[in-house]
């Protein structure tokens, strides 16, 4: 079974810049998740989708970051314009449903300048 | 709002001892309890899960326990090995509109041999 596939794997920009990241979540997983981890602390959700469908973005900063999950499969995370503490690597999991495993890709490191 | 506390955030044991990693969690209706291993510059990988209408579960070297009443569960690693040197997350699921996860901050384990 093919795992989470995200890119880039890397990204380095200067702030006030725009970065997208991309997510590729395993074959038939209803749920997607793009996860912020800041160095040193544990994943914290930003945005949920059940198919193409927000569940929860309570804790994305709506005024800079963007997400969507065109036709319930791949999804994108934007952030415009970035900041300083925008560093950090930005993790998307997918499960089956709500409540199954999440399976996490291997993240995009992100450097803001 | 929903927090989940995890203890010790360092941990080192001698290869053979067992190590024991606590997390208290504030969301009573918190039913889901996944326990994360990352590796350095790698991505989280579930080692265990419990779920609420269970008290314990184990997987070879590796145990949970789970106590709703007093909202706490931990990890159990018997037999440590170098190999298990990593961070270890635990999380509890939230209720809000979805079933997302809230992460603690993670243990980071030191096993020498």
């Known amino acids: 079974e093919a795992g989470v596939a995200q890119s880039p794997r890397y990204k380095i920009i200067e702030k006030r810049q725009s970065v997208a990241f991309w997510c590729n979540p395993i074959?038939?997983?209803?749920?997607l998740y793009w996860y912020q981890q800041i160095l040193g602390q544990g994943p914290k959700l930003l945005i949920q989708?059940?198919?193409?469908?927000?569940?929860?973005d309570s804790q994305l900063p709506k005024d800079r970051f963007s997400a969507e999950r065109l036709k319930g499969v791949d999804s994108t995370l934007k952030i415009q314009p970035a900041k300083l503490e925008d560093s950090a690597v930005y993790l998307c999991a997918s499960s089956p449903g709500f409540l199954d495993t999440q399976y996490f890709g291997p993240g995009t490191r992100l450097t803001v300048l | 709002g929903e927090n989940v506390e995890q203890h010790p955030s360092t941990l080192s044991v001698q290869e053979g001892d067992s190590a024991v990693i606590k997390c208290t969690y504030s969301d009573s209706a918190s039913n889901y309890f996944p326990w994360y291993k990352q590796e350095l510059g790698k991505r989280p990988q579930l080692i265990i899960d419990i779920r609420s209408n269970v008290g314990e579960k184990k997987d070879q070297r590796i145990a949970v326990t789970l106590n709703k009443t007093a909202k706490h569960f931990s990890l159990h690693i018997t037999e440590t090995q170098p190999e298990d040197s990593a961070v270890y997350f635990c999380a509890a699921s939230i209720r809000q509109a979805g079933t997302a996860l809230i992460f603690g901050k993670g243990t980071t384990l030191s096993v020498s041999s």
């Open positions: 989708f059940q198919n193409n469908g927000v569940v929860d």
């Open positions: 074959s038939g997983h209803a749920t």
